[in-house]
């Protein structure tokens, strides 16, 4: 098992990762706003994993043992927070909403991070009160726990365009439709299906970073035509695939 490593205080800064470079598992005793305005960022605990575009931020509280990967070239944004600065008063990673005003507080925050002055402080203030107003978003692929539903999960993780049903998974794994979907409830809190368009949803924002054609991901992911799954990530990102930001 890699070490993994530990950082006292949650680094302050923004920098820039190539398409498919990563910072590996490691934790702080900080709490920490990850944010990518350019490409989509990943991150991943133990608990599951979070993709984001540029319209969402991940709050990762003190000593999540997390790690990052970036999907087309990254523009990454980190604000460090003191464990005793909890503005969300969360113990776990969840996505937050970035609108306009926020995005520019945590470009602007991050862009000198060794400086200290009155105006950096009301900054900080300002920026804190943004991402207490800001909603939380259901955007978590949860990982589960049982060894059953891990092998299904990762069935499906690995071809989200199939159009497998739970008795479709069940025949593989030796288990019945009705016991899955018991273990999805039980461990996930979703139903199959829910869970699975999160799946889908992630997919399709790392496809959308390495400029695959919208109808593309529609059909790799799994959706049965271009105009469901604009639906559908419309209702979730709250604008079009084609509006989505591109590399």
Known sequence: MPEIRHVTVAPTRSQWLASGAGIDAHRHDDHQIVYAARGVLSVTTEAGSWVTPGTRAIWVPAGTVHAHRAYGELELHLVGLPATSNPLGLGAPTVLLVPPLLRELIIEYTREPGTESPERDRLRAVLLDQVRASPQQ???????????????CALVQADP????????????????????????????????????????LHQALILLAGRTPVTAVAHRCGWSSASAFIDVFRRTFGHTPGAHPRN
């Open 138 to 152: 259901p955007l978590h692929v949860p990982a589960p726990a049982d060894p059953l539903l891990r092998a299904v």
């Open 161 to 200: 365009g199939a159009n497998r049903t739970l008795a479709d998974l069940g025949r593989e794994v030796g288990a019945s439709d009705r016991t899955l979907s018991r273990l999805f409830r039980r461990d996930l809190g979703l139903s199959y299906p829910q869970w699975r368009t999160q799946v889908r």
